[in-house]
Structure formats: structure tokens, C-alpha cells
């Protein structure tokens, strides 16, 4: 997968957060996955025009639990209700649009779909491309990882 399709998902990420209340974020590792099993709460976002493909976010319930906090300014961590779910849906929907934004000063243009969020155990996800470039990320300590799997049209 060609670096270009990923940097403008990275620097969303790194834009976006620290708006929402997170004052350390910093990718930690890249990696390489094909299809995978998680576990928590996965949030998929569909990207067509030019590239097609999905955006998956991933993290465990409870660093989703204190991502959902930190953004709806809970000074206790909150259970996944659906305010929770909402702000973490809002959060994938910020981070994809602000890239797509970023595709669009490059001349890629790109719509995206409502992100949907999903949660349990051992949920399998398929992606459409080949390759899926996982990127890690730490928000205030907290880990959360971006899988991007995309192609050109």
C-alpha cells in the first residue's frame, strides 16, 4: 500500500485528537494485517470515489470507555451507553471526514459512509483490499489502533 493514501489517515488522527481533549497522541508502530479477530469496540467507515476501501478504528471497551470520558469531559470513566457510543462514532466521522479534506488538497477526491460501531468478542473483519496498513496510536497513554485498507479505484 502506497504511503501516500495513509499519511493524509495520520495526520487526521494527530490533528484531531488533541480538539478532543487529549493532550499527548503520538503514533507508536506500523504494521501490516490481512483479515483479524478483535475484541472491544471496532468502528468501520466505508471510503469511495477515487480510492475505495474501509477505515477500521479499534480499541478495547474499556480504553473506549476513557476515550468516550476524555471527549465528553466525564471526570470519571463512563460506561459504553450510548452517549459513549455516539461520541466514539463522532470521533471515527471527524477523523475520516478532516482526511478526506486532506485527500482533497492533494486532488483525491473521496466521500466516506456513517461510521458504524460494533462491539464483543472475537468479531472477524474482513477487509476489501489486499493489504491493511494498522497504525498505532497512544492518546494520553491510551492505545488505539486505525486499520486502513484502501486502493485505487
Known amino acids: 500500500m ?3 493514501y495513509i499519511n493524509p489517515f495520520v495526520d487526521s488522527f494527530l490533528d484531531v485528537m488533541p480538539q478532543l ?33 474501509t477505515v477500521v478504528f479499534r480499541m478495547d471497551t474499556e480504553e473506549a470507555k476513557t476515550i468516550a470520558s476524555t471527549m465528553l469531559m466525564d471526570t470519571e470513566p463512563r460506561d459504553l451507553d450510548e452517549l459513549a457510543k455516539s461520541a466514539l462514532s463522532e470521533l471515527a466521522n471527524m477523523i475520516t471526514a478532516n482526511a478526506a ?38 492518546c494520553d497513554q491510551v492505545p488505539m489502533e486505525l486499520n486502513i485498507g484502501i486502493a485505487p479505484k
Not at 24 to 49: A, T
Not at 106 to 129: A, C, F, H, W
Open 2 to 4: 502506497d504511503v501516500k
Open 21 to 53: 481533549g487529549f493532550s499527548e497522541v503520538s503514533r507508536v508502530k506500523l504494521s501490516l494485517k490481512q483479515d483479524f479477530i478483535y475484541s472491544g469496540v471496532i468502528i468501520l467507515v466505508g471510503i469511495v470515489g477515487a480510492l475505495k476501501g
Open 101 to 138: 479534506t486532506n485527500f482533497s488538497n492533494q486532488g483525491v477526491l473521496i466521500d466516506i459512509s456513517t461510521p458504524r460501531l460494533i462491539y464483543g468478542e472475537n468479531v472477524l473483519v474482513k477487509m476489501s483490499t489486499k493489504q491493511v496498513l494498522c497504525v498505532s496510536f497512544l
